[in-house]
């Protein structure tokens, strides 16, 4: 009898760990399950009418806005291009990816990793590519082709348009340099000339082809990414006279740690009121333009009557400066450089039309969205799920949002932020090259340190704390200084 019970015992065990296997492979019939249109602008900050900028024309964003949750304080976690991407697209940190700059693939350290889209694909998607998801021009690795990563997608597209073959014609603070340096142009022709452009009508050929079938589709428009082109029709909604520069105090970076300014480059500072007008005029004309991208694709979504079935999420890559701190484009870790916009659309959701002022993180989005489409989320994601935000964007939550950089020879100049709903904590060099806090309900334009003040000390003492825990123990950490 008692080699019976252990028998017995032992079957209920296989029993249970297949009926466990059984629930996690279970899912809706192929019809019922939700698709995935995931929409990444490049180097987009929150300068949106639906976020509250008074001057630019996002109608279509706005429109989104209306439909989903729109996410207040929503943060990447390195603000450059592709340490950025591969954080969100594998759902990993920047110190676990390894990917601190613009020049290493993820699959270097982490081969056989799965990342957010080719697990979409190990369970039955059809999932494509249009445009720059992963960052373009990384050297090659095992399983990419030097531009993407292979495993990844069913199928990819690279839209090449008329700004990238009229370059001639672009603008440029530096004289033949584009991609990295502050660089615009007024263009002839229609939007449908223009990448973007090429980019909308490719992926709206692939919604109907895949309509009938399970489908993630990622979109990466390039706009507003140096070099800020756009027909000149969004030009023109923007007069010069319109628009005002940040102010900056006179001896704004001296007060600070160096390493803070680090971002700013020559060019930037020798630039006249007038050329800054035009750049922050040229970046909001391109936004326009990827905004009427966007628009094609939801009316294409209505049309082919997916949007019911269709889960939008619309986010960039990092943020980006247009003057403030002094300082233009990204790679700072100041709120215009750290913080997205983050529209996340799911049919028949309690919270749509609401806004969540959580802090929540890029790296948040994958398992979101494995948990939204039934998928199993694998072992090595570090995010945190937001269902419960999208069912109700005031709900409990005090996870904190964590972003960083490095910069010189080897990224020996780090710094590392965190966030929190009031205060912003950032350490520099470990707090060797300097340290600061932020506290945004009385500056949220972050002109005073507040490091180091008697009356913030314990403040700064939690928050600190904070920062300092390894990645791996960062899911659902709180602080009572929200």
Known sequence: MHDLGRWLMSGLRVLGILASLAGSLTWAPAQERYNVLFVMADDLNNALGCYGHPLVRSPNVDRLAKAGVVFERAYCQFPLCNPSRASLLTGMRPDTTKVLDNTVHFRKHHPEVVTLPQLFRKHGYWVGRVGKIFHYGVPTQIGTDGLDDKPSWDQVVNPIGRDKHEESKIFSLVPGQFGGVLSWLAAEGTDEEQTDGIGATEAI?????????????????????????????????????????????????????????????????????????????????????????????????????????????????????????????????????????????????????????????????????????????????EGRSLCALLNDPQAKWDKAAYTQVARGKGGTNLGRSVRTERYRYTEWNDGKGGVQLFDYEKDPAELTNLAGRPEYIEVEKQLRELLRRPPTQMRGLTSRFR
């Not at 990414?225 to 023109?236: G, I, S």
């Not at 403030?324 to 913080?339: I, P, T, V, Y």
Request: glycine share 6%.
């Open 205 to 381: 050929k692939l919604l109907e082809k895949n309509r009938d079938r399970p489908f993630f589709l990622a979109v990466g428009f390039y706009r507003p990414h140096t070099p800020f082109v756009a027909p000149r029709k969004y030009f023109d909604l923007y007069p010069l006279e319109k628009i005002s520069l940040p102010y900056v105090p006179a001896d704004h970076r001296k007060k600070g740690p160096a390493p803070a300014f680090a971002s700013a480059r020559p060019e930037q500072d020798k630039m006249t009121d007038e050329l800054r007008k035009q750049a922050i005029q040229a970046y909001f004309a391109s936004i326009s333009f990827m905004d009427a991208q966007l628009g094609r694709l939801l009316d294409a979504l209505e049309q082919l009557g997916l949007q019911e079935r269709t889960i939008i999420v619309f986010t960039s890559d990092h943020g980006y400066h247009l003057g403030e701190h002094g300082l233009w484009q990204k790679m700072s870790l100041f709120e215009n450089s750290a913080r997205v916009p983050l529209i996340v659309a799911v049919p028949r959701t309690k919270g749509n039309g609401q806004r969540c002022m959580r802090t929540v993180e890029l790296l948040d989005l994958y398992p979101t969205l494995a948990e939204l489409c039934g998928l199993p989320i694998p072992e090595h994601v």
